[in-house]
């Protein structure tokens, strides 16, 4: 299964970094985009080797956070229309995790969002995470909350979907590695459709008892 993870920020990296770890030790190979939003991201911290990207866009931040989200995917859509992943994972609300997220949904290739379903309530506050996050998550068919009302957040939403993608999986996965990696193996693996995370309540159930056991 080619998984492609897409991180620009420090706090990007720190926290895909368990996720990574984990899905090479079940045997995958997952490939590492870096953005280039933030520049010596990793420089003296313990995560300098085992996130070292395989591609790096060498894309730097700039003061307009919407057009270098416009710009990366751009990259990211070329890049991609060549050679698609089965699946991009994003993390957080950031610039690079927003044009991640839209670059894949706009190949149809499946999303998968780590902290899905954070909210302020402000669009303005923070500007543009608000924004992005909200966003992100009416592009992901995977969302791996870490509290029961940030998937609260993901439900809420379904109905205010103007992009026509539902939230296929909105799961409570805590902070731990281990709970986002199987719940995204067992969503994978079972091919589940949104209709029937939503439809016969029966997916959601399922997937708690796979997470908790």
Not at 9 to 35: C, D, H, Q, Y
Not at 117 to 140: C, L, M, Q, V
Not at 173 to 200: N, Q
């Amino acid at each position: 299964m080619k998984i492609t993870c897409v991180v620009g920020t420090r706090p990007e990296f720190i926290k895909m970094f368990p996720v990574v770890a984990e899905l090479r030790r079940r045997g995958e190979s997952p490939t590492i985009i870096a953005t280039g939003q933030h520049t010596d991201l990793l420089r003296g911290t313990p995560f300098e080797n085992g996130m070292a990207p395989h591609v790096n866009l060498q894309r730097p931040g700039t003061n307009d956070p919407i057009h270098y989200a416009g710009l990366v995917n751009a990259i990211l859509r070329a890049k991609w229309a060549r050679t698609k992943p089965d699946i991009v994972v994003v993390q957080g609300d950031t610039a690079s995790a927003y044009a991640g997220a839209c670059a894949a949904q706009e190949l149809g290739i499946t999303v998968a969002h780590v902290e899905a379903g954070i909210r302020s309530g402000d669009t303005k506050d923070p500007w543009p995470e608000e924004i992005f996050r909200t966003n992100i998550d009416h592009r992901t068919m995977y969302g791996y909350c870490a509290t029961s009302e940030n998937q609260d957040n993901c439900f809420n939403d379904l109905g205010n979907n103007v992009h026509g993608v539902d939230l296929g999986l909105a799961k409570v996965a805590g902070r731990t590695e281990r709970g986002i990696l199987d719940g995204l193996r067992w969503a994978l693996e079972t091919r589940i459709e949104p209709s029937d995370c939503f439809g016969d309540g029966k997916a959601a159930p399922r997937i708690v008892e796979h997470l908790l056991g």
